[in-house]
């Protein structure tokens, strides 16, 4: 029995391995506690939406304005992120996101709010979410002292993320119900005073960077080449691209199924995002828990056919037990798959390019969903709410076999940076092919 509560307790602490660092650490800390506050917002904000309009297209208008920002400037963001300062953008951008925050509360609260501020506090949002998401990224690179942590960190960071989703809509459904989405908006932008004194006490050892004397045109066109030049980050981008620009329906069209096809309020609204959080939660905790990257590649196909899967079966489900059921293993899919492909490129990209990579990897993924958001909105007017679900999953489901196909190649490229790292022994890499034919 003692035995075997060691070896639960070592267990245990080599999933949480990364909080052993103390930057990560007051980075972890700061950023669970705002990003309870962020999800109350959105899930706020989209109820908000569909209460004063009734409009699915509408939703999917200020899920577009949400998000077109991360499309638009990332690239450009990435050869920044490079070059300056990642520490000191970070504090930027939550002391910019706090004041949003704040005036969308004043806004609501007074009853002032009319849909076109809406759609502008949810661009400038954007804007800011497309400078801080990229830097973010990269910065958990800074953060910790053993590269050998580094996949931990990216799994923990995901995990603390989507704990964040499966407690903030739980609570914003409560006090939609109880007091409406202005106290929702309140303690959002009282949330970031954590993070923002978290991320004041982390000290990074300054590192050297090469002076880039090259335009920023020159420097984001370099990124654009490397990544697709390669063929593992350049289908990894394309995967995770192609599943926000279609897996993102069911997110946009939650509210519908809620108050039309499951026939009730806020609250199951905030109960389906929630189910779908634990799911993802459960799936990041799934990751962290694994000791190398060694067989994440094979994850990464079976998490994209579990949400290709899960999205198909929500789409005909109208029972609310089994919807919280579904959206779980979507969720658990989805988010793994995310963190999955997180941690490769983390891993096989070159650090002069990270900044670039990992903005290219925030446009593939909320770059990509202002068009869900508006395709959503569009379809389910025309074919309705369960139908364009259905399409959604169908569509991953195809991308995610055409992956399967590819990754042996892949994993042909990827094993030499494997060596180089360290994370493999030169031999092991021999018989890959073989073994992905079998």
């Known amino acids: 029995m003692a035995s075997n509560s060691f070896t639960a307790g070592k267990g245990l602490k080599s999933t949480f391995r990364a909080l052993n660092n103390r930057n990560y650490r007051l980075f972890f800390g700061g950023q669970s506690i705002s990003l309870i506050g962020t999800w109350m917002q959105q899930l706020a904000v989209s109820w908000l939406v569909y ?32 070059r300056w300062n990642r520490h000191r953008i970070l504090v930027i951008t ?91 908006f309140l303690l959002n932008a009282l949330s970031f005073i954590p993070v923002i004194i978290a991320l004041l006490a982390i000290r990074i050892t300054p590192k050297e960077r090469k002076t880039q004397r090259t335009p920023l045109w020159q420097g984001m066109k370099e990124g654009f080449t490397y990544a697709f ?61 694994r000791k190398s990257i060694l067989g994440l590649e094979k994850v990464l196909v079976k998490m994209a056919l579990l949400f290709a899967a899960g999205l198909i079966l929500f789409s005909i489900s109208q029972v609310f037990w089994i919807s919280m059921v579904i959206l ?26 990270r900044g670039r990579i990992m903005s290219l990897f925030v446009m593939a993924g909320a770059g990509m969903r202002p068009f869900g958001h508006l395709l959503a ?16 999953g169908g569509l991953c489901l195809l991308s995610a076999i055409m992956f399967a196909i590819k990754l042996p190649s892949l994993m042909t490229m990827i094993n030499p940076i494997y060596v180089k790292k360290g994370i493999i022994e030169e031999e092991e890499t021999e018989g890959t092919e073989n073994v992905y034919e079998r």
């Open 377 to 392: 909105g569009a379809l389910a007017r025309i074919i309705g709410t369960p139908n364009t679900i259905m399409l959604s």
């Open 229 to 289: 030049r390669f063929q593992p980050i350049r289908y990894i981008l394309l995967l995770l691209a192609w599943g926000n620009l279609i897996g993102v329906f069911y997110t946009v069209l939650l509210p519908v199924v809620a108050r039309d096809i499951l026939s009730s309020g806020a609250h199951t609204f905030g109960f389906l995002t929630a189910a779908s959080a634990c799911g993802a939660l459960a799936g990041t905790v799934y990751l962290a828990a």
């Open 51 to 82: 209460r004063l309009t009734h409009s699915t297209f509408l939703l999917g208008i200020v899920g577009f304005a949400s998000f077109i920002p991360a499309f638009i400037l990332t690239p450009f963001v990435g050869v920044l992120v490079d």
């Open 328 to 353: 779980l293993l979507t969720g658990f899919g989805n988010t793994s798959q995310f963190a999955v492909s997180s941690t490769f490129l983390q891993t096989i990209v070159e650090e002069d390019k």
């Open 94 to 184: 939550q002391i910019l996101s706090l004041i949003q925050a704040t005036i969308l509360a004043i806004l609501v609260l007074t009853n002032m709010i009319v849909i076109w501020q809406l759609i502008v506090l949810s661009a400038t949002l954007g804007f800011i979410n497309a400078i801080d998401s990229p830097t973010r990224q990269a910065f958990i690179n800074d953060l910790v002292d053993k590269k050998d942590d580094l996949s931990n960190a990216v799994a923990l960071s995901a995990s603390m993320y989507n704990a964040a989703v499966l407690v903030g809509p739980s609570i914003a459904g409560i006090l939609i119900a109880l007091f409406g989405e202005g106290v929702c």
